[in-house]
């Protein structure tokens, strides 16, 4: 199985930058896709970024694009989430995902909190 931890998030004014780390064990995660996800109190995990195995193909949610940048090292065995501009609304509990057919991996999840 694969363990995943997130890390690097915290509590930041708006307009702040935050980069999230997502730092996976036990196997390698060259070969899957990786996503992000965030759910904000009282509402429904949401999608937010994935990434090709490569690196080479990425995609973002409508709400965060042009401001938040998903990338991998696949060296590191390592997912980044760099966030740019970020807005009150952008508060949840930010988790990372490895997915390879029917096998689904999930961190535990960090906290983002975005002061006005």
């Known amino acids: 199985q694969v363990q995943l931890v997130e890390s690097g998030g915290g509590l930041v004014q708006a307009g702040d930058s935050l980069k999230l780390s997502c730092a996976a064990s036990?196997?390698?995660?060259?070969?899957?896709?990786m996503d992000w996800f965030r759910q904000a109190p009282g509402k429904e995990r949401e999608f937010v970024a994935t990434?090709?195995?490569?690196?080479?193909?990425?995609y973002y949610a409508n709400s965060v694009k042009g401001r938040f940048t998903i990338s991998r090292d696949n060296a590191k065995n390592t997912v980044y989430l760099q966030m740019n501009s970020l807005k009150p609304e952008d508060t949840a509990v930010y988790y990372c995902?490895?997915?390879?057919?029917?096998?689904?991996?999930w961190g535990q999840g960090t906290q983002v909190t975005v002061s006005s």
């Open positions: 995902r490895a997915k390879e057919g029917s096998d689904e991996f």
């Open positions: 036990g196997r390698t995660i060259s070969t899957y896709p």
């Open positions: 990434i090709s195995w490569s690196g080479g193909v990425t």
